[in-house]
């Protein structure tokens, strides 16, 4: 598997985060895409729930009415 393609960013960060993080020997690099790549996440899944509220409010809707589907072949 290859890996992907790398970009040279410029940013700004938090000088005393930056020391503190270069005393610790941790790769700036590293950290700040392991926090960006939750970001993304987060906000996918925010938006996901938004997208999908009023199919899950539908869905609940109907479970509180008619039961779960197939409920009478669970065996828990």
Same mark, same amino acid.
């Given at each position: 598997?290859?890996?992907? =393609?790398? !970009?040279?960013? +410029?940013?700004? &960060?938090?000088?005393?985060?930056? %020391? /503190? $993080? ?16 939750? =970001?993304? !996440?987060?906000? +996918?899944?925010? &938006?996901?729930?938004?997208?999908? %509220? /009023? $199919? ?21």
């Amino acid at each position: 598997m290859s890996q992907p =393609a790398r !970009k040279s960013t +410029r940013l700004l &960060l938090d000088g005393n985060l930056v %020391a /503190e $993080a270069r005393a610790l020997k941790i790769d700036l690099s590293q950290a700040a895409e392991e926090g960006i790549a939750k =970001a993304l !996440k987060a906000e +996918r899944e925010r &938006l996901w729930r938004l997208e999908s %509220a /009023e $199919a899950i409010r539908f869905h609940n809707e109907y479970v509180a009415k008619h039961g779960l589907p197939l409920a009478k072949y669970r065996q828990f």
